[in-house]
């Protein structure tokens, strides 16, 4: 059997918005912004095979599609934490520690408890933080 290959203009997935305007919008990305986003992080920071990324992200939000779709179209590897540990920093931590992640996605305030753990704890393998879906602070990254 052949890959199946989508037109790019096809819709690749729908996001729906907070609401925070009024009402939650579905927003359409096609398959052709959801890969240029993909290629032009991943060339951005040299992303490969060597690559491991902590899936710290809710499905429903966007920055999991990088986490997924970033790293196994380098050819990385996922962590994934245990349901009952999505929200324990403790257990980012370790992961991060134990699986040498070297890439993370995350929003600030997520960074931001990990941090406060001490970023001595994580070991030398992480390399690359993106952060999205909120404002940074000017203190952050000095933890």
């Not at 729908?14 to 990305?29: A, D, N, R, W």
């Not at 060339?43 to 499905?59: C, H, I, K, M, Q």
């Not at 990088?66 to 994934?80: K, P, R």
């Not at 992961?95 to 406060?116: G, T, Y």
Request: glycine share 12%; charged share 15%; proline share 4%.
């Amino acid at each position: 059997m052949e890959p199946a290959f989508p037109d790019t203009g096809e819709i690749a997935y729908v996001l729906f918005t907070s609401g925070s305007t009024g009402l939650p919008k579905g927003v359409e990305v096609p398959h052709s912004a959801a890969m240029n986003t993909i290629d032009a992080v991943n060339e951005w920071f040299g992303v490969g095979t060597n690559d491991r990324a902590l899936a710290l992200s809710a499905l429903e939000f966007d920055l999991s599609v990088y986490d997924i779709f970033g790293m196994f179209s380098a050819g990385g590897a996922l962590v994934v934490v245990d349901a009952g540990q999505q929200h324990m920093a403790t257990t980012w931590v370790e992961l991060i520690r134990r699986h040498r992640v070297s890439i993370l996605n995350c929003v600030p305030s997520l960074l931001d408890m990990i941090l406060e753990l001490g970023g001595d704890r994580l070991g030398d393998s992480l390399r690359a933080v993106i952060l999205g879906g909120d404002w940074v602070g000017a203190d952050l990254p000095a933890g």
